[in-house]
């Protein structure tokens, strides 16, 4: 028994490395997050403050630092590079499917843990996480992993053992909380809230276990907040806590969206999983009391996060991301007892399962055929955005036979549906071997030709000035591409810069309307639009707003334009 469970856990560390660390550098970083934590590591780095999250070399509140130091480390060893931004997700992606096969295996047995690694590597955005270099993969791991701590303490709340569950609950619950801050707290709170009120809090615990639980939490989560005040920084626990209120009350950034976003977020981009999540509704007289319990903890923590985030202004496809873990666990549940005969997939769902079929299986032919069709686009009135029309003149280098995965995907998930509907259940296995294959060529021939059409030709300008002493800003879009790729030091932010952000900041502060979230970018854009500089200045500006930009100030010349992009350039007084 040892041995077949070492062999497949061997066998999984394998498959999860080649899956997630091959050509895991193959494609720039995406601005926003990818590009935002991967610069605050290079900062660390530069600085030696690793005490401390920077942004453009000041104070950044709006994450802590644990995933950053993971980073940062990473940088350390492989250099700064994408590879390095994206090695601690790999890592989390070997460790989850790793994780979830021993779990599963304690909840039932090794196919139904099989089953659970396949539903969850084998999904769209459950796979394509780990090939990122954004936060939310490790903070949902300490999440669920929390959670799952809880759930063998309530299963059992007066074991020999429950002491120590509660610690491991409070202390993963605390690295959500250094990873990404309090929602983590919040997600396990509200989750445990609603099981306890539910079971009308019976069985429940006592003050004793309470009290473990928040001493383990208090050790963790809250160790760099304190450290912080401590050493007078106060200041940056103050605007994070801030920061963290305001992206519950408002649309942050421009991301707002319709009420179900995010269920359509979870049906298409976590198929096929999705799919089998329906046949899991039903109770299953053949689950033992553990199974029963620990399934009751899934369902209650997929609405949890599902009903909080419909409710958040603020609309991210990765904040209904620990949806996953109960929606893969789920869907395996079905799954399992679809394959183990106890019972039938309805219609509705494989007809659900062929609609996604086609939609995806036409995006992943027509993207790689944009080349040849991007003329008919152009000139008619579909799209009606200057600077997309203007994105889809790159040339995305493609090989020509990358849409032959989107019909292959298309034929043969709808072929697997219908031999499902007929009863033969082993073709669901077959279908996740499809669709994980299919992400996995996507992610290696598809994804890195898609950044050359949206950031491209702005990456590679920044990558040109990488050794030139001068200022580098965007005006008018968000950005922390031009940082990292220009590998900008913390001297091109000058002493007449700060001072002059600092006076404009105190300015705004006394008229009520400072915002610290976005100042520095801005205030950096107008210092080198309304002053005489001793060094050359470039802005980037996208194409349907460079017209007014320059008409406001005329010293600016256009050097280049590329696919939406203008790129300006200021001499400095000496050379005027």
């Excluded at 090695?87 to 779990?103: E, R």
């Excluded at 944009?370 to 203007?390: C, G, M, P, R, V």
């Excluded at 705004?508 to 976005?518: F, R, T």
Aim: glycine letters at 6%; a positive charge; one cysteine or more.
């Amino acid at each position: 028994m040892r041995n077949k469970n070492i062999l497949y856990s061997s066998l999984i560390f394998i498959a999860a490395c080649i899956l997630f660390f091959t050509f895991l550098g193959s494609v720039h970083l995406f601005d926003w997050d990818e590009i935002n934590f991967a610069e605050c590591a290079r900062e660390m780095v530069i600085t030696g403050n690793y005490s401390q999250v920077q942004i453009n070399f000041q104070p950044f509140w709006e994450k802590p630092p644990l995933f950053i130091w993971m980073q940062a480390i990473s940088m350390k060893l492989f250099g700064v590079n994408e590879f390095a931004a994206r090695f601690p997700n790999a890592l989390c992606g070997v460790l989850t499917l790793l994780l979830i096969f021993q779990i599963g295996k304690k909840i039932y047995n090794e196919k139904f843990a099989l089953i659970w690694v396949l539903t969850y590597a084998g999904s769209l955005l459950t796979f394509f996480y780990f090939k990122t270099g954004i936060i939310d993969p490790w903070f949902n791991l300490f999440i669920f992993l929390g959670i799952y701590f809880a759930i063998l303490f309530t299963n059992n709340p007066e074991g020999e053992k429950n002491y120590k569950y509660l610690f491991f609950s409070g202390a993963f619950i605390g690295l959500s909380v250094l990873t990404k801050g309090p929602v983590g707290l919040l997600l396990a709170g509200l989750t445990a809230g609603v099981y306890l009120l539910l079971k009308r809090f019976k069985n429940s615990g006592n003050i004793k276990h309470l009290a473990v639980f928040i001493i383990s939490f208090c050790i963790v989560g809250l160790s760099w907040f304190l450290i912080e005040v401590i050493n007078g920084n106060s200041k940056v626990v103050v605007e994070f806590i801030n920061y963290q209120i305001r992206l519950l009350n408002t649309k942050d950034s421009g991301h707002g969206g319709f009420l179900l976003y995010h269920f359509v977020v979870l049906l298409i981009g976590c198929f096929p999983a999705s799919i089998f999540f329906f046949a899991s509704f039903k109770k299953a007289e053949s689950d033992t009391p553990f199974q029963m319990h620990f399934k009751k903890w899934m369902m209650i923590l997929f609405w949890v996060v599902l009903i909080l985030f419909t409710v958040v202004k603020t609309k991210i496809v990765h904040y209904s991301s620990m949806c996953w873990y109960p929606l893969t666990y789920l869907s395996a549940y079905g799954i399992y007892k679809i394959l183990e005969g106890e019972r039938k997939i309805k219609p509705w769902p494989i007809s659900l399962g062929i609609i996604i079929s086609c939609i995806l299986g036409i995006v992943f032919i027509l993207i790689p055929l944009t080349d040849n069709f991007k003329t008919l686009l152009l000139n008619s009135n579909i799209i009606q955005d200057k600077f997309a029309k203007e994105n889809l003149n790159a040339n995305g280098g493609w090989l020509g036979f990358e849409w032959l995965f989107g019909l292959i995907f298309l034929f043969f998930s709808i072929f697997s549906f219908l031999k499902i509907r007929q009863g033969k259940t082993q073709y669901i296995i077959l279908l996740f071997i499809l669709s994980l294959t299919t992400i996995f060529l996507a992610s290696v021939f598809i994804i890195p030709k898609v950044e050359r059409y949206v950031q491209g030709a702005a990456i590679d300008f920044y990558k040109q000035r990488k050794n030139e002493d001068c200022y580098l800003e965007t005006a008018g879009f968000k950005s922390y591409a031009y940082l990292f790729y220009s590998d900008k030091k913390p001297e091109q932010n000058t002493q007449e810069l700060l001072i002059f952000a600092k006076q404009i900041g105190e300015k705004e502060a006394n008229e009520g309307i400072y915002d610290p979230l976005q100042s520095f970018a801005r205030y950096n854009v107008i210092f080198i639009c309304e002053n005489n500089l001793n060094k050359p200045a470039y802005i980037v500006v996208k194409c349907n707003e460079a017209k007014e930009f320059m008409e406001r100030y005329p010293e600016f010349k256009k050097i280049k334009e590329k696919n939406g992009f203008i790129f300006l350039k200021k001499l400095p007084l000496t050379q005027k």
